[in-house]
C-alpha cells in the first residue's frame, strides 16, 4: 500500500467513528428525554433539565455545550406537546446562576408566545422550576 491509499483507508475510519458517534449521541438524547420525564397526575409532566438526570456522563463537555444539551431537551419536549391543550410542563431547571431558566424563559416569551408560563410551584419545586401551559 502506498501512502495515499493509506491516508483513505484511516480517513474512512475517522468517518465510521463520527457517524458512529453520532448514532450515539442521537440514542442517548433519545434517551435522555425519555427518562427526564416522570409523568406526575393526569395533564401535568415533569421535565428534570438538571444535566446529571439527562446525561449519564459530561465528559469532554463544557458549560456552553451542556447549557445547549438542556435546552435541546426543552425544546423537543415543547414541541412534542405543542398540541396537547390544557397539558402542563413542569420544567425543574434548578436555583443555580439562573442562566437555564433566563434562556427557557426568553424562549417562552419568543418561540412559544401562545402558550401560558409562570413560577412553579414554590412548596414544591422552590425557585427551580417552570411551570408551562399549553394552549
Given at each position: 500500500m502506498n501512502e495515499t491509499e493509506i491516508n483513505q483507508l484511516a480517513a474512512k475510519a475517522i468517518q465510521r467513528e463520527q457517524e458512529e458517534a453520532v448514532k450515539e449521541k442521537k440514542k442517548a438524547e433519545t434517551t435522555a428525554?425519555?427518562?427526564s420525564q416522570k409523568q406526575t397526575t393526569g395533564n401535568i409532566i415533569e421535565i428534570d433539565l438538571h444535566c446529571n438526570e439527562l446525561?449519564?456522563?459530561?465528559?469532554?463537555?463544557d458549560n456552553k455545550d451542556i447549557l445547549e444539551y438542556?435546552?435541546?431537551v426543552f425544546r423537543k419536549t415543547m414541541e412534542e406537546y405543542k398540541l396537547r391543550k390544557g397539558l402542563k410542563i413542569v420544567f425543574i431547571h434548578g436555583k443555580g446562576d439562573g442562566i437555564l431558566r433566563q434562556r427557557i424563559l426568553w424562549e417562552l416569551q419568543t418561540k412559544y408566545k401562545?402558550?401560558?408560563?409562570q413560577d412553579a410551584s414554590f412548596k414544591q419545586y422552590g425557585y427551580g422550576a417552570t411551570l408551562v401551559t399549553i394552549k
Open positions: 428525554v425519555a427518562r446525561l449519564s456522563t459530561t465528559t469532554g463537555m438542556q435546552l435541546d401562545r402558550h401560558q408560563h
